[in-house]
């Protein structure tokens, strides 16, 4: 192959006419030789010119130099590069495949600026009167909309980053008595894809090629959205139930959640409309309870459980206004705590009561049931919504849900007739 092995090895020829030029490039010597088989009237053979000669061995040597610095270029290409997007193309495409799949009903993002670092694309975009970080690989194929700082100090070699990653996992994200183990690492579109063990399940996780960044979900952007299946025969009863199930961090649960509240307001008394929350539980304590996005998904799991049970006319208030202001800086714990607090002052909510009860034995029970509920039905991603036990699988809409419900009563009341929004608010993903 060119480029691995010795010049002694090179043997180009070049055919010009009926004469043959062959040059030899030996380990010892050079020899550059020009034979004519055509002979002039004396029958001598007929000289070429030296010029000719070294002009065209000049010609081919340095073809056969340029070869061999493409295929080291090449060769030492680091594995796992991919060709860059141009920037402006890119922060274009993430902000269009925001709007069309992410956003909220209403809701659009607006583009900032875009910046390139950790071999990574960093979207600046205005999302809801914040601005926020969102970030695709160099190709624009892979987008990731939750990102996690390990620290600042880079670790060389894949090798360095699976251990970095599989230590920083074990120690911030799983719950006590539960460890992730390293399966293996891979490299593609300028990112590491670490794939671990836990909990019984193999899971991916991705991470900058420097190890200082975390991504615990990654979109295809290339990827077509689902065309939503057909929803089951609905189950009928006087008062269906429709149970939500996500998770409190979950991006599409969250709007799910959004979408569902027109619904709660127009059928709220006529339906039982719960949300109910995707986690598990491994003891006897809330330190237990694990879900998917960390400890801090857990706890406020938990939280929005007790809310739900004490305060339930302003529960989904406290949805709207967590899901609007809280969610979105969920990864910095002081100003989490700090938007937690003004939401619940706001509403009339005992915060210092609700977190008694989020980290006791009645959260805990809460949370079991739940946990119980969501295995048995079989709900594992969020979200997941159930009617009469019947897994619903239509759009994302208000219209849609508040339609699929009104299927479900034996007799549907008067709300049925009152046209919601056809909008569709949120994309066909979802976490598990």
């Known amino acids: 192959m060119i480029g691995t092995r010795d010049a002694r090895f090179l043997h180009p020829c070049l055919f010009i006419g009926e004469n043959m030029i062959f040059i030899r490039i030996a380990a010892t010597n050079q020899r550059f030789e020009m034979k004519n088989d055509k002979t002039g009237p004396s029958g001598q053979t007929k000289k070429a010119s030296v010029f000719g000669t070294w002009t065209i061995a000049a010609i081919i040597g340095i073809i056969a130099l340029l070869i061999i610095i493409l295929a080291v270029i090449t060769l030492g290409s ?22 069309t799949n992410l956003a909220s009903s209403g809701q659009t993002a607006t583009l900032i600026n875009i ?25 624009c194929t892979l987008l990731f909309t939750t990102a996690i700082e390990m620290n600042t100090a880079p670790a060389a070699g894949s090798q360095a980053c699976s251990e970095k990653v599989i ?3 074990n120690t911030n994200l799983t719950t006590p008595g539960q460890t992730a183990t390293l399966i293996n690492i891979t490299e593609k579109n300028d990112v590491y894809t670490i ?8 899971l991916s996780i991705y991470a900058s090629r420097d190890c200082t ?8 952007m290339n990827t077509p959205v689902a065309t939503p299946v057909p929803t089951q025969t609905p189950k009928k009863s006087a008062s269906p139930v429709v149970d939500l199930y996500v998770m409190s961090f979950c991006p599409y649960g969250t709007q799910a959640e959004t979408v569902m509240r027109p619904v709660v307001d127009l ?26 996005h960390g400890p801090a998904e857990a706890h406020e799991d938990i939280l929005q459980l007790c809310i739900m049970k004490s305060y339930p006319e302003k529960y989904w208030d406290y949805l709207k206004d967590f899901n609007n202001q809280c969610y979105p800086v969920w990864q910095n714990a002081t100003l989490l705590d700090s938007c937690r607090k003004n939401v ?3 509403l009339g909510i005992d915060l210092t009561k609700m977190e008694t009860c989020a980290i006791g034995a009645e959260g805990l029970t809460l949370v079991e049931l739940d946990a119980a509920e969501s295995e048995a039905i079989g709900a594992s991603a969020s979200p997941t919504l159930f009617i009469n ?33 056809t909008t569709s608010t949120a994309s066909t993903g979802g976490c598990e």
């Open 195 to 202: 794939w671990s063990r836990y909990q019984g399940r193999d």
């Open 267 to 292: 059928l709220g008394t006529k339906a039982d409309i719960s949300v109910r929350y995707i986690t598990s539980v491994g003891g006897q304590t809330v330190d237990s309870v694990d879900s998917l």
């Open 78 to 99: 680091p594995p796992g590069t991919t060709t860059a997007a141009e920037p402006r193309a890119c922060s274009e495409k993430v902000i269009a495949y925001i709007n």
């Open 344 to 346: 619940t002052a706001a």
């Open 389 to 421: 036990g019947v897994k619903y699988a239509g759009a994302r809409t208000p219209e849609a849900y508040k339609q699929a419900i009104c299927n479900s009563f034996d007799t549907a009341p008067a709300e049925c007739s009152t046209t919601l929004s």
């Open 167 to 169: 230590t920083y996992i």
């Open 213 to 220: 960044l975390l991504f615990p979900t990654a979109i295809n």
């Open 115 to 139: 910046t390139e670092n950790n071999d990574l694309y960093t979207v600046w975009s205005r999302y809801q009167g914040l601005d926020l970080p969102i970030y695709a690989s160099r190709d």
